[in-house]
């Protein structure tokens, strides 16, 4: 009889798709670009605003094909540009953003009144199969500027409307990013008061509009500063601030070279600064951080973005480990995101350095070109798990981990660009200790081996393993060595199970269990 250990098949996670960075890499004709700058800065957020339109979302292979099966679990997130005319881009009509009306020459379907038009943007994404509609949301009102800001009845009034036109057209999720209001916190508190007030239901996500490198000081072309986020001017206090009130508080973008270390070290830092807070956080496109830690994720990665000849934007290969999307939501079926404040934080008094110098067509933060960057963070964090034993040869480990409330068990080894200029993961022997004998435990990315000291006695108990992504577990009892309390699963074997259902080049993402 077959066994499949995901017997729950719904989440409460607030896991969303974004169209940002399918808007820029995998709209029509960027494999054509012969100029690596019509991606880079505001050309390339040019070009990606005007891409996002009711066409390319509906067509074939269009942006709300994508994600089948588990799209049923994924707010489908709109980004910066559905709720201005093409053409309009805020280095020259900036006071254009934040109307939250659906553009009509951009979604010439969705007709009537502003909330009529939003509930026919709603059904587009539902009638696809999504969980939801989610909008970018740009935190100022039309009009606003530095020089211009509505009276506090005004703003009261102005997004109250906005928030009775969502309810209406049942919109799910509010990504509230850049705008006049970016850095005001009292501005974003307000804004979750008229939430609860008016449609409690609706997540709304907080951030601090940050560079994409922690800490990145140029002098004469060299980085002077750390590249610590902890060191990072008021950075840390800010976002800290910010997220003490906040439902989800987003990590910010980063760039692919160092995606793992920047947001490995943001999330430390937050950790550390402000352990009550009651605050999940959304750590976008690093699927199995989140499933590892307990965060939201916010996908950005898709198999719709093209091989570009003359610009490298996915040094990971991100878009061809779509599978990695799947296994990270199914387990957290089991283990679904918790607050900051429900779990104490273990930080590694270790750090893991990257560097990499940035040729022409490397990255969009144009500052960054020709230049060498320095990313740190610490070589473990944890959730309610201590990592006191990691053996390794060589390459400093990268870890995430958690102990899940309910008392889920899940540890991610992470890649990230080793002294030696390659994207890899550094192999370990990691132990978890005091895990339950009924808990499942998640197993993300490429190990020397793990080690599981559970709370009894586990000889005689068999043993059971499955690739998230699939519905059938395999008997691993024979291919794992018990001793007590511990039992001990080496890498080889967690790689082949890990990747048993997928045709990409994913990581390995795996669930254990005992019977």
């Not at 094909?65 to 588990?70: E, G, L, T, V």
């Not at 970018?136 to 409307?161: I, K, N, P, R, T």
């Not at 270390?261 to 830092?269: F, G, L, P, V, W």
């Not at 320095?374 to 034993?389: A, D, E, I, M, N």
Request: with cysteine; charged share 25%; net charge negative.
């Amino acid at each position: 009889m077959p066994v499949n250990l995901i017997t729950n098949s719904s989440t409460s996670a607030s896991n969303y798709y974004c169209t940002w960075q399918t808007q820029n890499f995998g709209r029509h004709g960027a494999e054509e670009e012969t100029d690596p700058a019509a991606f880079i800065g505001g050309t390339g957020a040019e070009k990606a605003r005007d891409f996002l339109d009711e066409k390319h979302l509906t067509e074939h292979e269009g942006l709300l094909s994508q994600y089948d099966p588990i799209r049923r679990d994924l707010y489908f997130v709109l980004d910066d540009g559905w709720d201005v005319s093409y053409g309009v881009h805020p280095t020259t009509q900036r006071e254009r953003f934040g109307s939250l009306e659906v553009a009509a020459d951009r979604f010439p379907s969705c007709t009537g009144s502003p909330a009529e038009r939003l509930k026919g943007l709603s059904n587009l994404v539902m009638q696809a199969g999504w969980r939801g509609l989610g909008l970018w949301v740009s935190a100022q009102a039309v009009g606003e500027s530095g020089s211009h800001q509505l009276s506090a009845d005004e703003s009261d009034a102005y997004w109250s409307e906005r928030l009775r036109w969502s309810r209406y057209a049942g919109v799910a999720y509010w990504k509230v990013d850049w705008g006049t209001h970016q850095d005001d916190i009292a501005w974003r508190r307000r804004l979750d008061e008229l939430r609860a007030l008016i449609y409690p239901e609706l997540v709304i996500e907080h951030c601090l509009p940050i560079a994409p490198g922690n800490n990145v000081v140029l002098e004469n072309d060299r980085q002077i500063s750390s590249g610590r986020f902890g060191e990072w001017w008021d950075i840390p206090q800010r976002s800290s601030d910010m997220l003490r009130g906040t439902q989800v508080f987003r990590t910010y973008d980063v760039l692919p070279q160092f995606s793992q270390i920047s947001t490995m070290d943001r999330i430390a830092s937050l950790l550390q600064e402000s352990p009550q807070s009651p605050a999940i956080l959304n750590c976008e496109d690093e699927a199995y951080i989140g499933a590892a830690m307990g965060w939201n994720i916010g996908v950005m990665r898709s198999s719709l973005n093209k091989e570009l000849p003359i610009y490298d934007f996915d040094p990971q290969r991100l878009s061809h480990k779509t599978t990695e999307i799947q296994r990270a939501v199914r387990w957290q079926y089991l283990a679904p995101p918790f607050p900051i404040q429900d779990a104490k934080t273990y930080v590694s008094g270790e750090a893991v350095i990257s560097r990499h110098y940035f040729g022409s067509a490397e990255t969009w933060m144009g500052d960054y070109i020709h230049k060498e960057i320095l990313q740190t963070c610490p070589s473990y964090v944890s959730r309610g798990l201590p990592l006191k034993h990691i053996a390794y040869d060589g390459e400093r480990p990268l870890l995430a981990a958690s102990r899940h409330p309910n008392g889920a068990v899940a540890v991610a080894a992470l890649g990230y660009l080793t002294t030696n200029g390659r994207y890899e993961t550094p192999l370990c022997t990691v132990r978890l200790p005091e895990v339950a004998v009924q808990a499942p435990v998640g197993i993300f990315g490429f190990f020397k081996g793990v080690e599981i000291d559970y709370t009894t006695a586990v000889e005689g108990r068999r043993v059971f393993a499955q690739d998230l992504a699939s519905s059938q577990a395999e008997d691993i009892t024979a291919r794992v060595k018990t001793r007590g309390n511990r039992l001990y699963i080496d890498g080889e074997t967690l790689r082949k199970i890990g990747t048993t259902a997928q045709s990409d080049e994913s990581e390995p993402g795996l669930m254990l269990c005992l019977q």
